[in-house]
Each structure stands twice: as C-alpha cells, then as structure tokens.
C-alpha cells in the first residue's frame, strides 16, 4: 500500500475579529503574552508555572497554564520525542499559545524545547508577545530531583532521545529573563517571574499588583 500524501489547505481566508487586541487588553488591564518557561525535565518548570499561575489569578490576571505532559495527552498524543516530533509538538504548541495571547490572556507554557530553532519557530507565532523565560538548573540538581524517575530509566537507556542525557538542550542565548533554580527557591522563582509580568504587561491600575 502506497503512502497517502497529505494535502493542505490552499483556499484560506483569515477573518479579521471584530475585537482589537488593545481592546481585550483594556479590558483585562493587562496584555495578552506567552511566558515560554524552558529549561531541562527536573528544573522546575512546572513547579514555577503552576504556582505562578495560582498567583497571577488571585491578583486578577487572565492565566493559564499549557503543560508538557497534559498536551502530550490529547492535542499531542500522537507524537513521539524524535527530532522531527519534538518541532511539531513545539510548532502546534507556539500556535495554540499565540491564539491565547491574541484573545488577552496571558498563556505560560511548560515545555522542555530543548532546541533553539523550534523555540523560534515558536517566537515566531507569538511574535512582540513571546516572552521567553529560561529555567536554568545544572544536570546533576535535576538528577537529584528526577521527581519522576525519568533520569534513572534514561540512565538506564529504557527511554530513548532523554534530554540531557542522550539528547542535547540548546540553552537560551538571549532569554528575556533567567530563573536559576539551582540557587533560588520556588517562592523566589515566581517573585522574579511576577515582577517581570508586572513590568512588562500591566496596562491599567485595574489589575492588583500586591497579594
């Protein structure tokens, strides 16, 4: 049996909303963003994303979190963690992102992105609203974490392309801002992330700024 070749769609026409963008934001008080969190598996990146969330939503923002693992099991679960899979789960996540961002809310993401052009490809989609965080924690404090034993199967060569161990992490070059979890605490984290969200998104005094 011959492979089928997919085709894409050729007749698109986007729509333009009836909302400004500005509009959503005057609304909210805040602009729409993607906070891109990447970082090896153990850094923290969830951690920090989730409790980043909890803060954000108590002092009045529009947030939400998309996760490694939770998109891996529906929009994604039909990718693997080749080369090729790693891109196209980061190209359908930097989309769904952007279209967050577009509708005013401030979307964190959670991935790995171990590679700097699907980070980019991702930059791309979000555009001036991309904001890329680097959680930075050195190989062996996330060996000692491995709060799932995926280090340990990696070791043991029973999960294949694992980052940091038999696959590389580009590290960022230019993020927008560095969370090293080797040296600062959760709490630490997300203080140094809301700064930066208060510096960077808020557009009215509608929004609380203080817990």
């Known amino acids: 049996m011959g492979l089928v070749k997919k085709v894409k769609s050729t007749n698109l026409h986007a729509v333009e909303h009836g909302v400004p963008i500005e509009g959503r934001w005057h609304k909210n008080g805040h602009r729409g963003g993607v906070i891109w969190l990447t970082g090896l598996s153990g850094s923290g990146k969830s951690t920090l994303?989730?409790?980043?969330?909890?803060v954000l939503h108590d002092q009045g923002y529009?947030?939400?979190?998309?996760?490694?693992?939770?998109?891996?099991?529906?929009l994604n679960s039909?990718?693997?963690f080749s080369p090729e899979d790693r891109?196209?789960?980061?190209?359908?996540?930097?989309?769904?992102?952007?279209?967050?961002?577009?509708?005013?809310?401030?979307?964190?993401?959670?991935?790995?992105?171990?590679?700097?052009?699907?980070?980019?490809?991702?930059?791309s989609a979000?555009?001036?609203?991309?904001h890329e965080i680097?959680?930075?924690?050195?190989?062996?404090t996330c060996e000692q974490r491995d709060p799932k034993g995926l280090y340990k199967k990696a070791r043991r060569g029973e999960i294949p392309e694992f980052t940091g161990i038999s696959a590389p992490?580009?590290?960022?070059?230019n993020a927008a801002l560095t969370v090293n979890t080797s040296?600062?605490?959760?709490?630490?984290?997300?203080?140094?992330?809301?700064?930066?969200i208060e510096a960077n998104f808020v557009e009215k005094e509608g929004v609380t700024t203080a817990a």
Do not use: C, H, W
Not at 63 to 74: A, E, H, K, T
Not at 87 to 110: K, P, S, Y
Not at 134 to 140: G, Q, T
Not at 169 to 173: F, G, K, M, Q, R
């Open 49 to 54: 994303a989730m409790e980043l969330e909890n």
């Open 62 to 74: 529009q947030v939400y979190v998309l996760d490694g693992d939770n998109v891996r099991g529906g």
């Open 78 to 80: 039909d990718l693997g």
């Open 87 to 123: 891109g196209e789960n980061i190209r359908r996540i930097g989309e769904v992102a952007a279209l967050f961002a577009d509708a005013g809310v401030i979307v964190i993401t959670a991935f790995i992105s171990p590679y700097v052009a699907d980070r980019e490809l991702a930059q």
């Open 126 to 130: 979000g555009k001036d609203q991309f």
């Open 134 to 140: 680097y959680i930075e924690a050195d190989l062996d």
């Open 169 to 173: 992490y580009e590290a960022p070059e």
């Open 183 to 196: 040296t600062l605490s959760i709490q630490q984290g997300v203080d140094v992330m809301v700064d930066y």
